[in-house]
């Protein structure tokens, strides 16, 4: 059994910075994937970043290349998202999600796992 569990949302303004924390546990490291999307009331789950476990390579949406940076501690078994530089259109729900598949994916279907997610608000 697969547990996530997002931390560190809150409200923040325009500009300003933001750490998100997913500790995992009862995960396979040696063959999966961790991403973050996000949920805004009333609009689609939207992929934000993706890390592969054992060699770190990422991916990132377009609309959060250059600000948001996705990162893992494999000691802490813990994934982090640094959201810097942030936005009004940032605000939404962001949810911590593992996949049993080493390649990155940025659709949210392809993840097996999901975190209960943390409200990030950026007030303009």
């Known amino acids: 059994q697969v547990q996530l569990v997002e931390s560190g949302g809150g409200l923040v303004q325009a500009g300003g910075s933001l750490r998100l924390s997913c500790a995992t546990s009862?995960?396979?490291?040696?063959?999966?994937?961790m991403g973050w999307f996000r949920q805004a009331p009333g609009m689609e789950r939207e992929f934000v970043a993706a890390?592969?476990?054992?060699?770190?390579?990422?991916l990132y949406a377009d609309s959060v290349k250059g600000r948001f940076t996705i990162s893992r501690d494999k000691a802490k078994d813990t994934v982090y998202l640094q959201m810097n530089s942030l936005k009004p259109e940032d605000t939404a729900v962001y949810y911590c999600?593992?996949?049993?598949?080493?390649?990155?994916?940025?659709?949210?279907?392809?993840?097996?796992?999901w975190g209960q997610g943390t409200q990030v608000t950026v007030s303009s």
């Open positions: 009862g995960r396979t490291f040696s063959s999966s994937s």
């Open positions: 999600a593992a996949r049993a598949r080493y390649e990155l994916s940025g659709v949210p279907e392809a993840y097996d796992y």
């Open positions: 890390i592969m476990w054992i060699i770190g390579s990422t």
